[in-house]
Each structure stands twice: as structure tokens, then as C-alpha cells.
């Protein structure tokens, strides 16, 4: 191991919500992003890896959203789809600072600017 972060598959399903009180594993993300030894987004390191930094969009009967990982200026993080299409990117709220373990919790602002909370399931080698 060099000391490099490691790619990692990270696997994230929609937390408690009045909708799914017990959350739910049909509706989430997963992506994959060069994480540190404490779990946080590298952004160096995603600069060499930006196109294997890919993100699957999966909610529930929707059809699933292919798309890439991106930082944008000052420093955000966002899922950027491959789609044609006026979607916004759905933007990571403060990814640079969370560490993606699992137990975690993250959020997501949606296309529509809808703040979503997610828990980090799985952190995989990829």
C-alpha cells in the first residue's frame, strides 16, 4: 500500500425520512472516490483518478442515473450525470469535510435543491 488513498466503492442509502421511517436501501447512491485513512475524499489524488470516480443514482422504480464525482471551484463536491438534459448536478453538502465510514450520515441536495440525508452502508475496496 503506497500512500496513496485507495479507490473505494462507497454505498450510501436514504436515512429515516417521514416517507421511509426505516429508511431505505432502494433509494441512494453509490460512488467511487479516493478516501483518505480517515475515511475523507482526497482531492489531489481524485484529480489522477477523476474518470474511474464514477457515481450510480438508484431510486426506486426511477431508471438509475449514471454519472461522475466533481469538485467544482472553492472546493465542493457534487455528482455531475452523464445524461443530456437540463438536471442540475445534486451536490454533496459539505462531502470535503465528512468521512465516508460506515454509520455515517451525509447529505445530498437534489436537482430540485431538496436536502436528503443518507448512511454510509459499505466501504469497499474496488
Given at each position: 500500500?503506497?500512500?496513496?488513498?485507495?479507490?473505494?466503492?462507497?454505498r450510501?442509502?436514504?436515512?429515516?425520512?417521514?416517507?421511509?421511517?426505516?429508511?431505505?436501501?432502494?433509494?441512494?447512491?453509490?460512488?467511487?472516490?479516493?478516501?483518505?485513512?480517515?475515511?475523507?475524499?482526497?482531492?489531489?489524488?481524485?484529480?489522477?483518478?477523476?474518470?474511474?470516480?464514477?457515481?450510480?443514482?438508484f431510486?426506486?422504480?426511477?431508471?438509475?442515473?449514471?454519472?461522475?464525482?466533481?469538485?467544482?471551484?472553492?472546493?465542493?463536491?457534487?455528482?455531475?450525470?452523464?445524461?443530456?438534459?437540463?438536471?442540475?448536478?445534486?451536490?454533496?453538502?459539505?462531502?470535503?469535510?465528512?468521512?465516508?465510514?460506515?454509520?455515517?450520515?451525509?447529505?445530498?441536495?437534489?436537482?430540485?435543491?431538496?436536502?436528503?440525508?443518507?448512511?454510509?452502508?459499505?466501504?469497499?475496496?474496488?
Amino acid at each position: 500500500m503506497g500512500d496513496h488513498p485507495a479507490l473505494k466503492k462507497i454505498r450510501l442509502n436514504l436515512a429515516r425520512t417521514k416517507e421511509f421511517p426505516q429508511g431505505s436501501a432502494r433509494h441512494g447512491y453509490e460512488f467511487t472516490a479516493p478516501l483518505d485513512e480517515t475515511g475523507h475524499i482526497d482531492a489531489s489524488h481524485w484529480k489522477k483518478e477523476r474518470d474511474h470516480c464514477r457515481v450510480r443514482r438508484f431510486w426506486g422504480g426511477e431508471e438509475e442515473e449514471i454519472g461522475h464525482l466533481i469538485h467544482r471551484p472553492g472546493g465542493s463536491w457534487a455528482f455531475h450525470y452523464d445524461i443530456d438534459g437540463e438536471d442540475d448536478d445534486e451536490a454533496g453538502y459539505r462531502f470535503g469535510a465528512h468521512a465516508f465510514n460506515p454509520g455515517e450520515y451525509v447529505s445530498i441536495k437534489d436537482e430540485d435543491g431538496d436536502l436528503h440525508t443518507f448512511q454510509v452502508v459499505t466501504v469497499q475496496p474496488v
